[in-house]
C-alpha cells in the first residue's frame, strides 16, 4: 500500500529510461456501483503540460521512480470519462460523510492498494497523521511521538463506508435521505453552505421539520433567509414553528414585513405570540435576542414536585440548566439550577435552596450589557426582566456573546446548557 501524498511528485520514465514528468495526480473511475475508485490513469506533469498516461502502460506504480512499458511516443493518452476523479483535485481537502460514525470529515490524504493486476483507492486517511504526511513532517512527527512513548493516530476509514459532498463540479451529493437525518445539524449546515441553490432545495425537501428547524438554526439569519425564499408558506411556517422563537424571530427579520406578517398569521397563536413579542424589540436588545422558552416555578413546590414538574415541561425549553422561581405576578424571586435540585432533599420547599440574588438584565439593555454580564458571572443564561422585575425570558451564553466572538467559532462552542 501507499498514500496519494508519498506518490505525488515522483519520477516517471519511459522504457528507455527517459525521463517522462513527475506524478502530478491519479485519476480513478468512481459511480454508485463501485464500492472502491479503481486507478485509471497517472497524471503526469511535464514541460508545461500534464499527459495522461493509461494505467496498463505503468510497470510498477509503487516504487521510489515509476517506469513505463512504453517509449513515451508510443503512449495514446488515456481519455477521461464525466465518472472519473482526479484524485489530488477533487478528493483531497473536499469533505466527505462518514457513514459508520455518521460526521463530516475532510479528506487529507488516500491510500492506495494493490489487488492482483489492479490498483484502486483503499481508504481514505481523515486523521492529523495524514496532513503532516502532506507536509511532509509525517517521520518526524511519528520519531518525536516515538521518544515520548506516543503514537500517533492513524485516522484512517475504509472508502466503501463515505458519501462523497460536492467540492466542484467532479464531486455530488449521493447521501441517501435516512442516512441524512442521523448526522448533527451542524453538519448539515456545513454541507448547505457548499451547496448550489437545487441542491441545497433537494437537501432541505428530504428532511423532517424538526431536523430542518435545527438545521436552519445552525446558519446565519441572511443565509436562512435565502435557503426559504423558494419555499412554500405553509412549510416556512411550520418551520418557524419548530424553532426557537429567537431564532424564529431572527430569520423573519430578514424576509420583510410583508411575508413576515404572513408567515406570522399561518403560524399556530401560541408559537407566533412569542416571536412578535420578540420583534417588537430592538434587534440587539435583551428583548430583541432573548428566548421565551424557558422554565418558571412558585417558590412553594418541594424539589421533588420540582423534579416532577421538570420532566413535563424541559422538552419546551431553551435549556435546563437553570430554573426560575416566580410568584403568582411573574416577579423572578430566584434562581437554582440542576445540581441544586439534585441535591436538595425530596422535602425541601425551592424558597429555601434557590438563590435569591438573582443576575439579570433588563429588556432595553444592549447585547454588549449582556455579554459582559455572561462573562463576569461565568453563566450559561441570564434572565430578562422589565423595570418591575416581572421575567419575560432569558438570553443564553451563545446569543450574548455573538458580537464579541466570531459566529463560526460560536457555533463551536459545547452546548452543555441543552
Same mark, same amino acid.
Given at each position: 500500500m501507499a498514500f496519494l501524498s508519498e506518490l505525488t511528485g515522483r519520477v516517471v520514465s519511459d522504457v528507455n529510461g527517459e525521463n517522462v514528468g513527475r506524478l502530478e495526480d491519479? %485519476?480513478?473511475?468512481?459511480?454508485?456501483?463501485? $464500492? *472502491? +475508485?479503481?486507478?485509471?490513469?497517472?497524471s503526469v506533469k511535464r514541460s508545461g503540460s500534464s499527459l495522461l498516461i493509461p494505467i496498463a502502460d505503468v510497470a510498477v506504480l509503487?516504487?521510489?521512480a515509476i517506469p513505463l512499458k512504453r517509449r513515451v511516443e508510443d503512449i495514446v493518452p488515456y481519455q477521461p470519462d464525466a465518472n472519473d476523479l482526479f484524485l489530488a483535485r477533487d478528493v483531497l481537502d473536499q469533505q466527505i460523510i462518514d457513514t459508520n460514525g455518521m460526521r463530516v470529515v475532510r479528506v487529507n490524504d488516500l491510500e492506495v492498494t494493490r489487488v492482483n493486476d489492479d490498483f484502486y483507492v483503499a481508504n481514505v486517511d481523515i486523521g492529523g497523521l495524514g496532513l503532516l504526511r502532506r507536509l511532509g513532517l509525517a517521520r518526524t512527527s511519528e520519531s518525536v511521538a516515538k521518544r515520548l512513548g506516543r503514537n500517533?493516530?492513524?485516522?484512517?476509514?475504509?472508502w466503501d463506508v463515505v458519501e462523497q459532498l460536492?467540492?466542484?463540479?467532479?464531486?455530488?451529493?449521493? %447521501?441517501?435521505?435516512?442516512?441524512?437525518?442521523? $448526522? *448533527? +445539524?451542524?453538519?448539515?449546515a456545513e454541507i448547505i453552505s457548499e451547496l448550489s441553490r437545487a441542491e441545497s432545495s433537494k437537501l432541505l425537501d428530504a428532511?423532517?421539520?424538526?431536523?430542518?428547524?435545527?438545521?436552519?438554526?445552525?446558519?446565519?439569519?441572511?443565509?436562512?433567509?435565502?435557503?426559504?425564499e423558494r419555499m412554500d408558506d405553509e412549510k416556512v411556517a411550520d418551520v418557524l414553528e419548530e424553532m426557537a422563537p429567537d431564532e424564529a424571530a431572527d430569520l423573519l427579520a430578514e424576509l420583510g414585513e410583508d411575508r413576515s406578517e404572513e408567515l406570522l398569521n399561518l403560524m399556530e397563536d401560541d408559537e407566533a405570540e412569542d416571536v412578535r413579542k420578540l420583534l417588537a424589540y430592538p434587534e440587539e436588545s435583551a428583548?430583541?435576542?432573548?428566548?421565551?422558552?424557558?422554565?418558571?416555578?412558585p417558590p412553594d413546590l418541594t424539589a421533588e414536585q420540582a423534579l416532577a414538574h421538570l420532566r413535563q415541561v424541559a422538552s419546551e425549553a431553551e435549556t435546563i440548566f437553570y430554573i426560575y422561581v416566580t410568584d403568582q405576578?411573574?416577579?423572578l424571586k430566584g434562581v437554582f439550577s440542576l445540581q441544586d435540585l439534585v441535591l436538595a432533599q425530596p422535602s425541601a420547599l425551592v424558597s429555601k435552596f434557590m438563590h435569591h440574588r438573582v443576575v439579570s438584565v433588563n429588556l432595553t439593555d444592549s447585547q454588549d450589557d449582556i455579554a459582559q454580564a455572561v462573562a463576569k458571572y461565568n453563566l450559561l443564561a441570564v434572565p430578562v426582566v422589565d423595570d418591575e422585575g416581572h421575567l419575560h425570558g432569558i438570553v443564553t451564553a451563545d446569543d450574548a456573546l455573538d458580537k464579541i466572538i466570531p459566529t463560526a467559532w460560536k457555533k463551536r462552542l459545547p452546548r452543555i446548557y441543552h
Open positions: 491519479l %485519476v480513478a473511475a468512481s459511480g454508485s456501483e463501485i $464500492l *472502491h +475508485p479503481q486507478i485509471k490513469a497517472l509503487i516504487a521510489p500517533l493516530p492513524p485516522g484512517v476509514i475504509s460536492p467540492g466542484n463540479q467532479a464531486m455530488r451529493l449521493k %447521501v441517501p435521505s435516512d442516512k441524512i437525518t442521523d $448526522l *448533527h +445539524p451542524a453538519d448539515l428532511l423532517d421539520m424538526k431536523t430542518l428547524a435545527d438545521t436552519l438554526e445552525e446558519v446565519e439569519p441572511e443565509f436562512q433567509a435565502s435557503l426559504v428583548g430583541g435576542i432573548m428566548t421565551t422558552e424557558f422554565i418558571a416555578i405576578e411573574d416577579h
